[in-house]
């Protein structure tokens, strides 16, 4: 059985579920986060109390100084990347005997970049997975390790496919360190290039509705994806701007010729309801504003009123 003395870069709880696997089976050298994300600080640190294993802070400055150091002092033999922001390079993915692994949470090489699962919901995709990976020098492009993958389900928001990848990983940390343990070359398949797409961090207007031409079914899917990463789905209304977190298909609209986005209903009793391109109405349940958040039919106590507009 070979020695397993990992160095864990992470900078999102998604990584906690995977980083207790192989702290459970005690083969965890150090963990490292970025210094300016005090959360993770803070989580790591209540996580390793009592175990042992250090708790080290890199910042974008000089993190290779800091990483070479931490390798050769730890005896590191695998660095594990877990939502690590910092290119590692070469020279660094060389120090490791068994080099560098990505755990990427969203399925290679068809979802490549900073934000898988988000790209996942905006996409409408009918899957998202786990994709372990030896890491190269390129971004998400080394070959697989392993990969796995799940259902998403209509209801599923960021918050709720983040929690369930999470997990997920923990199963694939768990196998990951078998391979580690027993076999002194680690199996993998190269990334088939001609399917792989590489997605940038979205803009504001790949978050923003666009009651013109998006389908009821569609805004549902963009509100569930920004929920609760980017506080929903931007729009407006009366210049005044809303994030939709909670939205669902209400029936068919029937009545007069209405512009997509006109407001047919804000009350208690029914709600707020919005006329779609598609001839749907939207019953938004739960909405963002710099006041807060609020019910749907909230927005009647700030003046909005029906047949106003979504823009």
Request: overall charge negative.
């Amino acid at each position: 059985m070979n020695e397993v003395k990992a160095l864990i870069l992470c900078n999102s709880p998604i990584a906690i579920p995977g980083i207790k696997e192989f702290l459970f089976y005690n083969k965890v050298a150090a963990i490292a986060t970025t210094r300016r994300n005090k959360e993770m600080q803070h989580i790591l640190g209540q996580l390793l109390k009592d175990t042992g294993v250090p708790l080290l802070q890199f910042d974008n400055k000089d993190y290779k100084e800091q990483l070479t150091g931490a390798i050769r002092e730890y005896d590191v033999n695998v660095g594990l990347l877990m939502t690590f922001p910092f290119i590692i390079t070469k020279e660094i993915l060389e120090l490791p005997a068994k080099g560098f692994i990505n755990f990427h949470y969203g399925l290679l090489p068809g979802c490549r970049g900073p934000q898988p699962i988000l790209r996942h919901l905006l996409n409408n995709d009918k899957e998202a997975g786990i994709t372990v990976h030896k890491v190269d020098e390129g971004i998400d492009t080394g070959p697989i390790i392993m990969q796995e993958k799940i259902t998403i389900e209509e209801t599923d928001t960021y918050g709720i496919l983040q929690s369930k990848l999470a997990f997920l990983a923990a199963k694939q940390a768990t196998n990951l360190l078998k391979i580690l343990s027993y076999g002194q070359i680690i199996p993998a398949i190269p990334q088939n290039e001609e399917k792989a797409v590489y997605y940038e961090m979205p803009g504001a207007t790949e978050l923003t509705i666009n009651w013109n031409k998006m389908p009821a079914r569609e805004i549902v899917r963009m509100a569930n994806a920004c929920n609760p990463w980017n506080k929903g789905a931007g729009t407006s209304i009366n210049d005044w701007g809303i994030g939709i977190t909670e939205a669902e298909l209400a029936g068919s609209y029937e009545g007069k010729e209405k512009e997509p986005g006109t407001i047919i209903a804000c009350d208690i009793t029914k709600g707020l309801l919005v006329k779609t391109v598609d001839d749907k109405l939207l019953r938004i349940n739960i909405v963002y504003t710099n006041e807060g958040y609020f019910s749907g039919s909230r927005l009647a106590s700030f003046g909005i009123e029906v047949d106003m507009i979504f823009k």
